[in-house]
Structures are given as C-alpha cells and as structure tokens.
C-alpha cells in the first residue's frame, strides 16, 4: 500500500514539474507579476511599436520582443503559434483589443492553474501522511507477525534441559531415586550411559542434544559424571524450566502487545483510506455536476445569443423593408400624375412607417404591435406605382389608419 501511494505522489508531483507546464501558461504566471493591467500593458506595448507616434497593432515581431521579456523560451516558433492562435481574423496583425482579451484570459488560466497547483500540493501533502501510515502499519503488522512466530518457535521446539525438567516436574519425579536408578559404572555415569538413561525417559530426546546436555552437566571436563554431580545438575532443570515459563510468558505479552498495537493502527487506516476514497467520490461529482452546469450554462448562453442573433437579423431585415416601403412611398407620392387621394395615402403610410422607426425601442409587447403596423403599411405601398391611382389610392385610404 505504501508503495502505491508513493506512485501517486510521483505522478501528483508531475504536474507540477515547470517542464510541463505551456507557453500560454508560462505567459500567464508571467502577466500575473506585471503592475499593469492587460489593457495598459498592450497599450504600452502598441505604444512601444509605435515609437512615440500614434498607438497602432502589434505586429509579430512586436510580439515576439515582448512575449520574452514575460516568458523565458528560446523556441521562436511556439510564440509565433500563439501569435497565430491570437490572431482570429488571420491579419497578420492583433488590434489592441483583442490582444488585451486574449492576455486577460491567459491571466485567468494562469490563476485557475496556481490554484489547482494548491489543490495538488495540498494532496501530495496528504498522500505523504498517508503513505506514512501505510508504511507504519506495516512495519507494526511485521512486528507482531515476527513476535508471533517467535512465541511458536518458543513453545515448539524446547530444549532438552526444559523438556526434561517438565518430565521430572509432571511425574514429581525425586532426583535421588532417579539417579540411584540409573546405569552407571562405579558410581560414574559415562556419556553413553547417560544418552541411554535420558532416552529411557524422553524417547524423543536426540543423541546430539542428549550429548550436549552431558558436556553441559560435567562441569569439571572429567568425561564422566559422579553420582553427586548427576544429582546436582538434574537439580538445575527445575530452575531452567522456571526461566523458561518466565521467558514463554514474556513473548506471549510480547506477541499480545505488538498484536492489540498492529491491530489498532490497520483500523485506524482503514478509516482513513475509507475517509479518502469517499472524498475522492464525492470530488469526482461535484467535477461531473461542475461540467454538467458548464455545458448547461454554454448551452444557454449558446441559444441567447443565436436568439439575438436571429433578433438582429430579422430586425434589419424588417429595417431594411421599412427603407425599401420609405423609398416606394417618396416615389408614389411625388410621381406625375398621381392623384391627390394616392398622394394622400402615400404621405400617411409615410408618417406611419416614421412613427414605427421612432418607437422601437418601446415597452415589451410594443414590437408585435409594430410588426402588425409594418405588415399593414407593407400591403398598402405594394400596389403604389406611378400612374393612375383611382384604384389603388382607394386600397392605400382603406388599409391606412
């Protein structure tokens, strides 16, 4: 677990590595240290080119200049692309405005980009803490996994010296009668006298650790032992079994111990990693409704502007039917020969359409009115011409108010 989430940090820790970071956000950071803001600072700039003359565009050298005083980048050719990126209209130039909103939005990433950068060390912080507790329960879970083996090496594989006292203890055996029992040559027990005595008592007792005993017990190296010196050694096995009791019952408290601890430190880690991943859950919604309300938002602000676009388009063209109605009616009114009921009809169709261009920006509800108005001024200059206007004068005086 440890190690996973040292993967994590390296890759958290890549982001913010400089060598990855853009040019557009290099320039930004860049922008963000100037006093000026992005509309002084491309005034200056056009200033600058214009050499004390009249401000102009900046041209693509103008913009190279200045773009490496901001940023440190040596490759002329990633500049001239966000030139490039810049200039929408393709004129090989960038008028002040549209400068100033590019560099306005550059600065924006770049703020969005430092504080994502907070966001990524404030999680690298916590991945450390946390692979620091990983590491830890680890180090306490083989602890107590070692201390565990070494109380079940304990109390599997006992000494002979152990084995024998706890022979002797649970049969209350008495060391005289014991001894006195045993074969023996003039009073002295040889060593394989006393492999075979001990082995009469302890079937699984091995010649090696039988033999090893013996060299233990002959205290004084004479190759043999008395009857005395027998009884005295054997003695001793009481006090060996009592140490180690006293040695089993410290690794039991040990293993306990280093068990309740590891115990503890996994659940309180589990906890935490718990803790982690519903966060991580509940950051992964709140990104997707993020993105779901920027799409909404987009998608709204998408369709009000092909509505004002539409709005606009149809307003000019009803703009340029009202010129068109103005240009009919000037011509029917002062056409020769006109009679003075068309006349008439022409010069109050041409009030009405002058009333309509005054009053478009009324109240809501106004421009339905005026589309009405419109259609019906539209009918009646349609049958104006020049000529004879008993009949149409009479259409023009029916439909006008």
Not at 12 to 34: F, M, N, P
Not at 174 to 200: C, H, M, Y
Not at 361 to 387: F, H
């Amino acid at each position: 677990m440890g190690d996973e989430y040292a993967l994590a940090i390296e890759a958290e820790e890549a982001k913010l590595d400089a060598k990855h970071k853009t040019i557009e956000v290099r320039l930004g950071e860049g922008l963000l240290l100037q006093p000026l803001k992005a509309k002084e600072l491309v005034a200056s700039w056009a200033q600058s080119a214009s050499k004390g003359g009249r401000a102009s565009d900046i041209s693509k050298m103008d913009f190279r200049r200045h773009v490496r005083k901001l940023v440190d980048e040596p490759d002329v050719r990633k500049i001239d692309a966000l030139f490039v990126a810049f200039d929408e209209d393709g004129g090989g130039s960038l008028d002040l405005e549209e400068l100033a909103v590019a560099l306005r939005k550059l600065q924006d990433e770049a703020r969005a980009k430092q504080g994502a950068d907070c966001l990524v060390e404030e999680r690298v912080t916590c991945l450390r803490s946390r692979m620091a507790s990983a590491y830890k329960v680890a180090r306490l879970t083989a602890e107590a996994e070692e201390a565990e083996q070494q109380l079940e090496s304990f109390t599997t594989n006992k000494s002979l010296a152990v084995r024998l006292g706890a022979y002797m203890l649970a049969k209350n055996v008495k060391i005289s009668d014991l001894v006195n029992g045993w074969d023996s040559t003039d009073g002295e027990v040889s060593p394989k006298q006393f492999r075979k005595n001990v082995r009469a008592l302890l079937a699984d007792a091995s010649a090696e650790e039988t033999d090893a005993l013996f060299v233990m017990f002959d205290a004084d190296g004479g190759g043999t032992l008395d009857l005395d010196e027998l009884k005295l050694a054997l003695a001793t096995l009481k006090d060996a079994l009592k140490e180690d009791e006293k040695e089993l019952a410290r690794l039991r408290r040990k293993s306990a111990s280093l068990a309740k601890t590891a115990k503890a430190a996994q659940l309180e880690f589990r906890k935490l990693h718990k803790a982690d991943e519903a966060e991580a859950h509940a950051k992964v919604e709140a990104e997707e409704a993020a993105k779901a309300k920027a799409a909404a938002e987009e998608a709204m602000a998408k369709a009000a502007k092909e509505a004002k676009e539409a709005a606009a388009k149809k307003a000019k063209e009803e703009d340029n039917a009202l010129y068109e109605a103005k240009i009919k009616l000037r011509r029917a009114s002062t056409a020769s020969g006109a009679s003075s009921a068309a006349a008439a009809a022409a010069a109050a169709a041409l009030a009405v359409l002058q009333g309509l261009a005054a009053t478009k920006d009324r109240e809501p509800g106004a421009e339905m009115n005026n589309c009405y108005e419109k259609k019906t001024v539209m009918d009646a200059v349609e049958p104006l011409a020049p000529g004879p206007g008993g009949a149409r004068a009479a259409r023009v005086s029916r439909r006008s108010p």
